[in-house]
């Protein structure tokens, strides 16, 4: 008996060697366990960057990029990005799996090189110095005044509607420097016959009334970049 007691200690006191599997991290919503460093996305993190807006594949691109660190790091690494880059992102298929990217295989497997692709983006007046919570709920308005727009007119924007809806729709956000450019990019998204929505805030909350917050436009990825393809991120 004495000789199986010590048997037990010498071989719980002995190290053992850890195997390289790297950090694991759990997604207590899904039960999902994602370790670090297999180029796979966090959908921890992945969660909160779409809530934003963001893109799934710039997000997924992103988050592997920077080894799955943190919300911040993915952020800070689109931020880097000019807006050709940033497209080129956008509109890449290498990009990991998720439980939201069956619409984007869709679009994929078409593979054509004329199909053409659409997209809403929404230009933020920075010059107001917005809040966070309050960009989002201009932005909000933006995409629905946009929506209402495209769907009271089907004849004219049915097809692009739905070509857009079937590909993930497809939003993103930029930086605008003042009203007056948010105008100025109006009218000459207007002049390639662009949809637009201009919102104009009522001023209940850290605005003037009538001050002009995002310019929203929707049109195919050509198109739109011909009028914000210059801007930046936000």
Same mark, same amino acid.
Not at 26 to 33: C, L, T, Y
Not at 42 to 48: E, I
């Given at each position: 008996?004495?000789e199986?007691?010590?048997?037990?200690?010498?071989? /719980?006191?002995?190290?053992?060697e850890?195997? +390289?599997?790297g950090?694991?991290k759990? @997604?207590?919503? &899904?039960?999902?366990?994602?370790?670090?460093?297999?180029? $796979?996305v966090?959908?921890?993190?992945?969660?909160?960057l779409?809530? /934003?807006?963001m @893109?799934?594949?710039?997000?997924? #691109?992103?988050?592997?990029?920077? +080894? &799955?660190?943190?919300?911040?790091?993915?952020?800070?690494?689109?931020?880097?990005? *000019?807006?050709?880059?940033m497209?080129?992102?956008? !509109?890449?298929?290498?990009?990991?799996?998720?439980? !939201?990217?069956?619409?984007w295989? @869709?679009?994929?497997?078409?593979?054509?090189?004329?199909?053409?692709?659409? #997209? /809403?983006?929404f230009?933020? &007046?920075?010059?107001?110095?917005?809040?966070? *919570?309050?960009?989002?709920?201009?932005? *909000?308005?933006g995409a629905? !005044?946009?929506?209402?727009?495209l769907?009271d @007119?089907l004849?004219?924007?049915?097809?692009?509607?739905?070509?857009?809806e079937e590909?993930?729709?497809?939003?993103?956000t930029l930086?605008?420097?003042?009203?007056q450019e948010?105008?100025a990019?109006?009218? #000459?998204?207007?002049?390639?016959?662009?949809p637009?929505?201009?919102? $104009?805030?009522? *001023?209940?909350? $850290?605005v003037?009334?009538?001050?002009?917050t995002?310019?929203?436009?929707?049109g195919d990825?050509?198109?739109?970049?011909?009028?914000?393809g210059h801007? #930046?991120?936000l």
């Open positions: 008996m004495e199986v007691v010590e048997l037990l200690r010498k071989t /719980m006191s002995e190290p053992v850890p195997k +390289d599997e950090e694991k759990e @997604d207590s919503k &899904n039960g999902i366990v994602f370790t670090e460093g297999d180029d $796979q966090d959908p921890v993190l992945l969660g909160p779409i809530s /934003m807006g @893109d799934e594949r710039l997000a997924s #691109k992103a988050l592997v990029c920077t +080894d &799955n660190k943190s919300v911040d790091a993915a952020l800070s690494w689109i931020a880097e990005l *000019g807006a050709e880059e497209e080129a992102l956008c !509109g890449s298929t290498d990009h990991a799996g998720s439980e !939201g990217s069956e619409e295989e @869709d679009c994929e497997e078409e593979d054509d090189d004329d199909e053409t692709y659409y #997209k /809403m983006v230009v933020v &007046n920075t010059e107001l110095s917005m809040g966070v *919570g309050k960009v989002a709920a201009q932005v *909000g308005h629905l !005044g946009l929506y209402r727009l769907r @007119d004849e004219k924007y049915e097809a692009s509607t739905e070509e857009w590909c993930g729709e497809r939003k993103i930086k605008g420097k003042d009203s948010l105008v990019l109006q009218k #000459k998204a207007e002049g390639l016959h662009l637009t929505y201009l919102v $104009q805030d009522a *001023g209940r909350t $850290q003037a009334p009538g001050s002009v995002v310019l929203a436009i929707f990825d050509q198109a739109v970049d011909e009028v914000t801007l #930046k991120l």
